[in-house]
């Protein structure tokens, strides 16, 4: 399993009831199944990803997360899991707060575009990054709301949300003692575990 | 093929070899409508009951050592037993659903023993409105009482009583097929392990009803029909049932699927100034009602209109969706798709919906097809693959605990 996944797999407890929202292929959700008991769901758009999920036995709801939560009652979720997939939504300040409606507490993982890799990239050559995190043109990218450690930690103090926990990793899933010392600068993906 | 493991088993092998080699190797051959007396009094919603009836239905597939690998399919409003196969080699048309039931088919004949029944009411060999009603020796008619969804979910136990099935792997049904399976969810829930609910919907709208409606008056305003009793007046109120088909048909098909097909085709190059027909979509309706009030039943046709209508799991449970999906404790899968605006997506999202409420183990997904209602009968690779990935989920239970042989 990817280690951002097996990080956030760490932060849940056993027999939980979890959403994850973008739950791509299930993996994340099969494992907490297996080693957790937990009881969840996960909200996909892929046609595809859709029906690997329900080959091993995910539950998996058809659904656009740009249309929000509505069908979720409220506080009806220990944690509401959403990885890589908060900038390519169109308002992820308003995702954030559906997703601590729903969810007593939720991870949020998300491509930090203040890596210095980025940096440098949109430094030296002027163009928009192109990584392995972020492959994508700047015409055809999902992610139209690329945001930063800093950025998103501002949008917490906003909106007065906790953050529980920080990790870092990158896209080959390790961490490096750099990227503790500066995430802003070092960490390519950011892992938040936040609560009301 | 291996030994049978039960006179049941034994009874569903209608397929030959040799005949078996005239079909597409996909095909489930050969099949032949079997049928079963009960003779012990069914009490219906209504408050009557049916001292006794028949019900008639088709296998296919093996049942295993403990009947733990048995499907049952549920049919819409014109359906009937004949889901799969073919009845000789002439049949020029299988079964209404063998693009989804046979061996490497979703509904997969090499793992699972499939059953499929014609409704109780119906009018192609189950005990219905054009059956004689044995206290009086003349055909029921307009006599026969009005059945509802859970009525046939009582009927369809009785028939897995009698085959030996205590629990099904999965019951299966499109539109008001999938309405019996949400029942069967609710009212027997230790008799089934899945759930598959597909083009359906917890309860009619007001514009589901207004259209059954508009096909009722169509039917009982026809000369022909007698108040329901054509029968003794050997007759058919044709033109009525021909109109209903007409009508239902339109909200089986999409504007998009009729565009397609057929455009502002004329049959003719060159308009005549009449009423008689001339757009090719006319030509069609004409031909799908003509054939439709040769081969169906005009009070069968009401009656199934009004187990449409009457279908609402929720209001034995104060209204709540909720609570009523409650009782449940198989595991579901509900099927949409996008052009369908009898039943639209946003009604099986209504079911969904309870059953995340509920805490129940669901999967949905919206399969993106022009073809409006009819959609989940016609063959697409999205709606296969999701309807294949579900099965090999039932499948994979049943062979769990065994699986060390």
């Given at each position: ?196 | ?7 049941v088993a034994?009874q569903a092998s209608t397929a030959?070899?040799?005949?078996t080699?005239?079909f597409a190797?996909d095909s489930v051959g050969l099949v032949s409508a079997r049928s079963m ?18 019900l008639v239905y088709e296998t296919y597939g093996k049942l ?5 690998n048995a499907v049952l399919i549920c049919h819409a409003l014109s359906g009937n037993h004949h889901a799969a196969g073919y009845y000789d080699?002439?049949e020029r048309k299988p079964g209404w659903w063998d693009a989804y039931i046979g061996p490497g088919k979703p509904i997969d004949t090499r793992h699972f023993f499939v059953v499929s029944l014609n409704n109780l009411g119906g009018c192609h060999g189950s005990?219905g ?23 046939w979910v009582?009927s369809q136990?009785?028939l897995a009583?009698?085959l030996?099935i205590?629990?099904w792997a999965a019951v299966i049904g499109g539109s008001l097929g999938g309405m019996q399976v949400?029942?069967w ?7 089934l392990?899945h759930a598959v609910v597909i083009a359906s ?51 089986y ?42 081969r169906f039943?005009?009070?069968t046709?009401?009656?199934m ?30 099927i ?37 209602h009819d959609a989940f009968l016609i063959p697409n690779?999205?709606y296969q693959?999701?309807f294949s990935?579900y099965m090999?989920?039932v ?11």
């Open positions: 399993m990817r280690a951002d996944l097996t990080l956030i797999a760490d932060w849940i407890e056993p027999q939980a009831r979890v959403l994850d929202l973008g739950c791509g292929e299930g993996e994340l959700l099969a494992y907490l199944q297996q080693a957790r008991q937990i009881h969840g769901y996960g909200l996909e758009i892929d046609a595809e990803k859709i029906t690997t999920c329900i080959r091993r036995g995910v539950n998996v709801i058809e659904q656009d997360l740009d249309d929000g939560l509505n069908n979720f009652r409220d506080a009806s979720y220990d944690v509401v899991i959403m990885s890589q997939a908060l900038q390519a939504l169109l308002r992820p300040d308003q995702m954030l707060d559906e997703m601590l409606r729903v969810g007593r507490e939720c991870i949020v993982t998300f491509p930090n575009f203040a890596w210095w890799r980025c940096r440098l990239h949109l430094a030296l050559k002027g163009r928009m990054p192109v990584s392995r995190s972020l492959p994508h043109q700047w015409y055809n990218t999902p992610n139209i709301h690329l945001t930063t450690f800093k950025d998103f930690e501002a949008l917490c103090t906003q909106k007065s949300l906790k953050i529980l926990a920080r990790a870092v990793g990158n896209s080959a899933h390790q961490t490096h003692w750099t990227s503790h010392l500066w995430p802003n600068f070092f960490g390519e993906v950011a892992i938040y575990r936040i609560s009301r | 093929m291996s030994d049978q493991a039960t006179p034994a030959t070899p040799e005949a080699s005239l190797p007396e009960f003779m012990t009094p069914l009490m219906l919603a209504c408050g009557r009951e049916l001292a006794s009836y028949t295993n050592a403990d009947a733990s080699a002439q005990t409105p054009s059956s004689i009603n044995p206290e009086t020796g003349k055909t029921y008619g307009p006599d026969f009482p009005v059945l509802t969804v859970k009525d009582n136990a009785r009583d009698a030996g205590q629990k949400l029942q969810a609710i009212s027997q829930p230790e008799r392990r919907t917890p309860r009619l709208s007001a514009q589901n009803i207004a259209f059954n409606e508009v096909a009722r008056q169509a039917i009982m305003s026809d000369p022909h029909f007698y108040n329901g009793r054509y029968a003794e007046h050997h007759t058919l109120p044709r033109h009525g049932l021909r109109l209903a088909r007409m009508i239902g048909h339109i909200t098909l999409s504007e998009h699927s009729m565009g397609q097909k057929f455009g502002r085709d004329l049959r003719i190059d060159k308009l005549n100034y009449g009423f008689d027909v001339e757009f090719q979509v006319e030509s069609y309706l004409r031909y799908q009602g003509e054939s439709f009030s040769e039943d005009a009070n046709y009401l009656l209109t009004k187990a449409l209508d009457y279908f609402d799991p929720a209001a034995d449970f104060n209204d709540d969706l909720v609570t009523a999906v409650s009782q449940a404790t198989c595991d579901f899968m509900v949409s798709f996008t052009t369908d605006w009898r039943f639209a997506p946003a009604r099986s999202q209504e079911i969904v919906n309870a059953l995340v409420a509920a805490g129940k183990a669901v999967s949905y997904a919206c399969i993106d097809s022009p073809h409006g690779p999205r693959a999701v990935a090999h989920k499948h994979a239970q049943i062979t769990q605990p065994t699986q060390d042989h």
